[in-house]
């Protein structure tokens, strides 16, 4: 008797398409790897939105039990930071909030290597846990006024330090690489968070409403 004989080919991979395959899995690794690692840049960005939300519903609140005026808007005397307000103590402004916030763990961003993280309210508290600037005219009548965000800004590739920052429509301000590689985001005074890029910060300046945003950098 004669053997069959199969004229059909096999179904086997070349060692070029072994190698194709290979390829693309491991660019597939390296494109999921940072969403999927809790740590990654993703990650922590995403944590930071998260954090500016809380931010931004925080003084909502605040601001309707307080005639609709964020802190600060409302004098000393009435619980708001109005006044006291030079800069450095933005961090005022989230003290008084505090019964609003859930924790003062909201108010650092993960990427953030200048700040540490706070986990509570006590005497320690400080603009050393603050990672966000305040902007110190943003009301509740310009839904566009720069309200909170990521505060490591550069003017001119100049790293701005803590303090008062005041910023025209045209200024040529920036965020660095240090945070959101050189991109971050932004709490406005309607509540709503913005991811940005250094173009699209630019280009909200002049958006806002009005000739100046005064920034307190902590």
Partial sequence: MNPRISHQKT???????????????????????????????????????DNLKQIGLAYRVWASDNNGKFPMQVSVTNGGTMGLNNGRNAWLNFLVMSNYLSTPKILWCPADKDHVLATNWGSGFSAANTSYFVGL???????????????????????????????????????????????????LADGSVQEDSNSSLTNLLGQTGVATNRLAIP
Avoid: Q, Y
């Avoid at 395959?21 to 940072?34: K, Q, R």
């Fill in 11 to 49: 179904a086997a991979l070349t060692l070029v398409e072994v190698l194709v395959v290979i390829f693309v899995l491991a660019v597939l690794a390296i494109l999921l790897s940072p969403a999927l690692t809790p740590h990654s840049h993703v990650a922590r960005r995403s944590i930071c939105i």
């Fill in 137 to 187: 005219d943003a009301d509740t009548i310009h839904p566009k006024m720069l309200l909170s965000g990521d505060d490591n800004f550069a003017i001119g590739d100049v790293p701005v330090k803590p303090g008062l920052l005041e910023l025209s429509a045209n200024a040529p301000i920036a965020w660095t690489a240090k945070r959101h590689l050189n991109a971050g985001n932004l709490g």
